[in-house]
């Protein structure tokens, strides 16, 4: 078996076109992969060289798509920490409100949880949308 077909074996596609990883995973959620030389790295990391390229001096890989064992490449970004640090602020900061943007509260009746913990939806709004 060749490392690509290890590595395409140890994942699955979920409805958000994630490629959740399903072998062994860190704490943090985030997927390890060993190599044949016996090197373990994240399996985002992996993804992302093997797909397209290595990784910039002084870049980090970020998931647009917010979900650390993704390791669809499409859905892995190059980008400086500062900037993965701030988009990670702000999703928290997100996540942390209790009223939609027309004031109505998020309650268990009043909100729709979009997938994959992508966010939700004031159904009061949509309802008048």
């Known amino acids: 078996m060749t490392l690509l077909e ?9 409805e958000n076109g994630c490629w959740i990883w399903q072998a062994s995973k860190l704490k ?10 016996r090197k ?3 399996a985002h990391r ?4 093997h797909y397209k390229g290595e990784i910039p001096n002084g870049l980090v890989i970020d998931h647009i798509c917010r979900q ?6 499409n859905h892995l970004q190059a980008i400086p920490q500062s900037q ?3 988009r990670s602020l702000y999703a928290k900061k997100r996540r942390a409100r209790t009223h939609c943007k027309n004031g109505h509260e998020y309650t268990p009746t009043n909100t ?3 997938p994959n913990k992508r966010g939700r939806i004031c159904l009061t709004c949509l309802s008048k949308g």
């Not at 943090?28 to 030389?37: I, R």
């Not at 992996?46 to 060289?49: E, I, K």
């Not at 650390?68 to 490449?73: A, E, I, K, L, R």
């Open 6 to 14: 290890r590595f395409t074996a140890k994942y699955r596609l979920d």
């Open 46 to 49: 992996w993804s992302y060289r």
């Open 28 to 37: 943090s959620g985030y997927g390890v992969f060993t190599d044949f030389g």
């Open 40 to 42: 373990t790295v994240t």
């Open 84 to 86: 993965n640090i701030e």
């Open 68 to 73: 650390p064992s993704c390791v669809n490449p």
């Open 112 to 114: 729709k949880r979009l």
